[in-house]
């Protein structure tokens, strides 16, 4: 009795993981990836140079320091940054606490500005 049952849930496993839709899959496991990888952001992941919208000469950072993460801004002015609990940064000395959007080597602040790892080659061709 005991194998027969145990037969009917690996064959019932069987026939509902070839049945489920992949689209559904993934489309689900997208969504739990980006949760879990904006909810992750390490103070770690961001430090070191950035470059303002791309451009090559607005070079940025973020460093920590005894009283946490610190941003420059390709004008030199700088800010305490804080990590909000989803992942995000907020400048916290900059136009009343800056959000910032943290997605894979880039910070989309509010203010339409972006900070990127690499600068886009883009800005570099019309040099």
Known sequence: MKRGILIGVIAG??????????????QDYGHWWDR?????????DLEGTWYA????????????TRRGLQARNE?????????????????????????????????DWENGTVWTREPSYRYARRR
Do not use: C, Q, Y
Request: glycine content about 8%.
């Open 13 to 26: 496993v069987m026939f509902l993981s070839i049945n489920v839709p992949t689209a559904a899959l993934a």
């Open 36 to 44: 879990w990888t904006s909810a992750s952001t390490d103070s770690h």
């Open 53 to 64: 919208n791309g451009e090559r000469d607005k070079r940025t950072e973020i460093v920590s």
């Open 75 to 107: 004008f030199g002015r700088t800010t305490r940054l804080d990590i909000t609990r989803n992942g995000d940064v907020r400048a916290l000395d900059w136009e009343r606490g800056l959000r910032g959007d943290v997605r894979r080597g880039r910070i």
